[in-house]
């Protein structure tokens, strides 16, 4: 008697061992892998992975059979039956199928390993059919230990296979999972063989319909290979495709799509990695933060599509022509961050500072236009600032803040002092956000007085902030910070909205001037928001004021003009505020129908003292009377400049002289004053001019 095993350890074709064992490698390689890409996969897309890694499990395991039988070169093995090995073929993809789609249909139960039982079961059941399809010259009988021992190693090594794949604990275990595939299929094989005995007879009977074994062989070869390459080829396709889809989002997650360079989160990774390699002490690093200077401008007179393709200019600009070892990122709007590399002269920060302005400042064609902008830079030095990325990019921010307020395109570096009067800023602005719910703001009225009678004509509304830890915080700190984040425009609502309500339940018809910021004017709901406002409130519209700027209006002046004549329909005023410390243009006068002209308190301090401030005050209140305007002069402290603005023709006054800006209880109180002076004297006088205040103040 021999054993079959004996026989195909001693003698055998070459060949088809070695392509027995490719079959199986390469065949558990790709089953795992497909194994997994199901478990990934959810809908209809699954079920066609599990097919195509049925195939290939079923495959490489039948084919692996087969291929290994052939290879025995045994006088006694005298073919195959058809029917059975077909029978054997369907068997294998159909367990390994269902064995696969049982371990991952859950994401942990214990059906991981119920599907690898079946799947380990499906080989055994394959490998059992296989033999029977062999045709021996002899008789053939098979030891119940060894199959017992086979089907149950294969049984286990196939729970391994599944459960390396769907329970992974380091990244080496998916070889795991290809290592048990390979031995469920060769212990099978192995043991099953070594308890197979042959008696050598003599067979009669027909074996015409037995197929010959290395035909069979390379057929199965050949098909085996079409169908792993196949499968391969589809694994590879859908890896790079998912590669390329991890590549753009990790793109889209790491820069900025307008510019296309990197955005806060690759700055942050990259400062990290930089700042952690830096191994000698006396390195080192510059982080420069870089501000476009009249940005704002630029929006607004080549709008939006302008102000980006700026942006996309500025970024080539710099991206393009940076040194080696040298990384920029853009933040937000027009702010960039540079990173320099390390150095250990201040030489090149001062030469670094200069090309980054002088790249910045490269003009830019625009439908016909050279636009040229410059930029503010604040740069802060690693580790004499800041040991890591936020405190070094927090750094670069403050000085470049103050690089800003310096103006002329300066590039200052942090400076722990002076850059405190910007978080000061900073948490003021933070405050501001609080401050409408917290009720923290009021308002406080100043009187306006003619020049001749001293009779009140009106007052001007002036916001204060009263804030829980600094007391009183003047517009003058908090007003540009609103106007800079935006808040004025919530602040300037509620400014209207209390003056409207306060004046209209006032004993006597006295005006109010509101101020209005840029951001207001230009919003375009603003003359709804004012007429909804007076009609809520009962005020008279001729009883309100609107004082405005020439900054405000000089940015799009169409606009602006359309909007005051849509207030002036509701019957409101305009007034110019602060004359004479902005562009002062006679065109801006004769183009915007203004109904006062408010002369800046720069200009009347100085009255009877400085020539310039005295020839400013004269020409004003001669071109204002020439265009039919009255003139109110701020600031007026001094009976002195009451003589010398009343000995001009100036109409109205407002300043301490008449009395400071008081609270709403107080202005209530003078105004019904005024009013019972009114029902006394039984008067008729002019709307808006009551009495006289000298004695009140
Ligand atoms: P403004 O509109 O020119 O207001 C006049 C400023 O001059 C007020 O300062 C007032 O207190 C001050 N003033 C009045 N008479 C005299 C005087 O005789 N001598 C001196 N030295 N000063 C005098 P205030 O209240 O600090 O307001 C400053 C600026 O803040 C205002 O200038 C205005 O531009 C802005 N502001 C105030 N309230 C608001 C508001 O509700 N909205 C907006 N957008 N801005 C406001
Ligand atoms: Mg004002
Ligand atoms: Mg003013």
């Given at each position: ?160 296979a599944t459960n390396r794949v769907a329970r992974p604990v380091t990244r080496y275990c998916k070889y795991g999972a290809v290592l ?348 709804g928001f004012v007429e909804r406002t007076l009609k809520r409130s009962g005020l008279d519209p001729a009883r309100l004021e609107l ?151």
């Amino acid at each position: 008697m021999l054993t079959v095993l004996s026989c195909i350890a001693f003698e055998h074709d070459p060949l088809f061992v070695f392509l027995a064992v490719v079959i199986l490698t390469v065949g558990a390689v790709l089953t795992m892998r497909l194994y997994a890409r199901v478990r990934r996969t959810n809908g209809s897309l699954k079920y066609m992975w599990l097919l195509l890694s049925g195939l290939i499990a079923g495959g490489t395991i039948w084919s692996t059979h087969f291929v290994a039988m052939i290879a025995y070169e045994s006088p006694f093995i005298l073919g195959y039956d058809l029917g059975l090995t077909v029978i054997s073929l369907i068997v294998a993809v159909s367990g390994a199928t269902a064995g696969l789609l049982i371990s991952s249909v859950t994401r942990s139960s214990i059906l991981i390993e119920v599907g690898g039982l079946v799947f380990g079961a499906s080989i055994a059941v394959m490998h059992f059919i296989g033999i029977e399809a062999m045709k021996v010259s002899g008789i053939l009988t098979v030891s119940m230990p060894y199959v017992f021992a086979s089907v149950v190693l294969a049984c286990v090594f196939g729970m391994l296979a599944t459960n390396r794949v769907a329970r992974p604990v380091t990244r080496y275990c998916k070889y795991g999972a290809v290592l048990s595939f390979i031995l469920a299929v060769a212990s099978l094989h192995f043991i099953a063989m070594a308890g197979v005995d042959v008696m050598p007879l003599r067979l009669d009977g027909s074996i015409n319909d037995l197929v010959s074994n290395r035909l069979v062989g390379i057929a199965i070869v050949f098909t085996m290979s079409v169908l792993m390459l196949s499968a391969m080829i589809t694994y590879s396709i859908d890896s790079a495709n998912a590669q390329d889809a991890d590549n753009k989002l990790h793109h889209v997650a790491h820069h900025d799509p307008m510019t296309g360079l990197p955005n806060r989160r690759a700055l942050d990774r990259y400062l990290d990695a930089r700042l952690s390699s830096i191994t000698n002490d006396n390195a080192r690093i510059v982080v420069m933060n870089c501000n476009l200077t009249r940005f704002k401008e630029v929006n607004e007179v080549l709008g939006y599509s302008g102000g980006d393709a700026l942006l996309r200019h500025v970024a080539k600009c710099l991206s393009e022509h940076l040194e080696q070892g040298e990384f920029i990122a853009r933040l937000s709007g027009d702010e960039f961050v540079i990173v320099g590399r390390p150095v250990y002269n201040r030489g090149y920060i001062l030469e670094f500072c200069k090309r980054v302005q002088k790249l910045v400042s490269q003009p830019m064609s625009w439908r016909g236009k050279d636009i040229r902008v410059g930029c503010s830079v604040g740069y802060a030095l690693y580790p004499d600032h800041g040991s890591g990325g936020v405190e070094l990019l927090d750094a670069a921010e403050r000085a470049m803040r103050r690089a800003k307020v310096e103006g002329g395109n300066a590039a200052l570096c942090y400076d722990e002092d002076k850059d405190q009067q910007i978080r000061d800023r900073s948490a003021l602005a933070m405050d501001l956000r609080n401050a409408l719910k917290n009720d923290e703001f009021e308002l406080y009225y100043q009187l306006q007085n003619d020049v001749g009678t001293r009779a009140v004509t009106g007052t001007e509304v002036l916001l204060r902030w009263n804030h829980p830890k600094r007391g009183k915080v003047p517009p003058s700190q908090f007003i540009p910070i609103a106007e800079e984040n935006g808040l004025i425009l919530e602040i300037g609502a509620w400014v209207l909205r209390t003056a409207c309500h306060e004046a209209a339940g006032w004993s006597a018809p006295v005006k109010i001037a509101v101020n209005i910021a840029q951001v207001q004017l230009s919003d375009s709901k603003f003359p709804g928001f004012v007429e909804r406002t007076l009609k809520r409130s009962g005020l008279d519209p001729a009883r309100l004021e609107l004082e405005i700027t020439e900054t405000g209006i000089i940015a799009d002046t169409t606009h602006a003009l359309q909007i005051i004549h849509q207030l002036k329909r509701l019957g409101v005023r305009i007034v110019m505020d602060d004359y004479g410390t902005g562009y002062s243009s006679l065109a801006t006068l004769q183009a915007f129908p203004f109904d006062k002209i408010k002369i800046d308190r720069e200009f009347v301090k100085d009255l009877g003292r400085n020539r310039q401030s005295d020839a400013i005050v004269k020409a004003t209140i001669i071109l204002a009377e020439s265009l039919d305007i009255p003139v109110l002069a701020e600031g007026v402290e001094t009976e002195e400049h009451l003589r010398l603005l009343a000995e001009q023709g100036c109409n109205e006054v407002q300043g301490f002289l008449f009395g400071q800006p008081m609270p709403a209880s107080d202005i209530r109180f003078l105004v019904s004053g005024l009013a019972a002076e009114r029902l006394e004297d039984n008067i008729p006088r002019e709307a808006g001019k009551i009495s006289l205040v000298s004695q009140v103040a």
